[in-house]
C-alpha cells in the first residue's frame, strides 16, 4: 500500500560554484593582508591601514563563513498553496495561494543565459526566479500575467506531490 504524502518540503543549500567564488575573494584577501604586512609592500596602488586591512579581512572571512552555513532556499508545497523564502536575504516566507496561480510545470532552464546567473534574480516582463543549484524547477505562471521559478533538485518527486494536489500541468483554476 503506497502512503501519499500531501506535502512537499525541500531545503537548498549553495552549490560549488559560490564556494568557489567566496574562496577565491578570501584568498586574495588574505594575499594582501600577508603581502602589506608581512612583507611591507603595499597591497594596491592606495593601501589601506594594517588594522583597516586585517579589519575588513576578518569581516570578508566571517561573511563568506556565514553565508555558506546559513543561505539557503526554502520551499514548502501544501494545499494551501506555495510558500519559499530565501535565507538570510528573505527572512519571511513568500506565500503563493493557488487563487493567484494559473499554470505550473516542471522546467528545464539555462540559469546563466535565462536568468543571469543563480540566487534571487528578477527580469523584465514580471519573472522572479529563485534558484541555487542546478537546472531544473517549477515555473509558475500567475493570473496576472508574471512568473514565477523556484530551482528544485528533486524535479520529479515534486511532479508527483503535485499531480497528487491536483495543481500540475494545464490551468488550476
Known amino acids: 500500500m503506497r502512503i501519499k504524502r500531501k506535502f512537499f518540503q525541500e531545503d537548498q543549500h549553495q552549490g560549488w560554484l559560490v564556494w568557489i567564488i567566496l574562496l577565491i575573494v578570501n584568498l586574495l584577501f588574505i594575499f594582501g593582508t600577508v603581502k602589506q604586512i608581512g612583507f611591507n609592500e603595499p597591497f594596491g596602488d592606495k593601501p589601506m591601514s594594517d588594522i583597516g586591512l586585517i579589519i575588513l579581512a576578518v569581516l570578508i572571512l566571517l561573511f563568506s563563513i ?51 546567473g543563480w540566487g534571487f534574480r528578477k527580469k523584465r516582463k514580471g519573472t522572479v526566479a529563485y534558484t541555487v543549484k542546478g537546472r531544473m524547477g517549477l515555473k509558475i505562471d500567475l493570473i496576472d500575467g508574471k512568473s514565477i521559478l523556484i530551482g528544485s533538485q528533486n524535479p520529479e518527486y515534486l511532479k508527483d506531490i503535485l499531480i497528487e494536489l491536483g495543481k500540475y500541468g494545464d490551468e488550476i483554476g
Do not use: H
Open 66 to 116: 556565514l553565508l555558506s552555513l546559513f543561505s539557503k532556499l526554502q520551499t514548502f508545497i501544501n494545499s494551501d498553496g506555495i510558500y519559499l523564502r530565501y535565507f538570510p536575504f528573505q527572512w519571511r516566507y513568500k506565500f503563493i495561494d493557488w487563487k493567484t496561480v494559473d499554470k505550473l510545470y516542471i522546467v528545464r532552464y539555462k540559469p546563466i543565459f535565462e536568468y543571469g
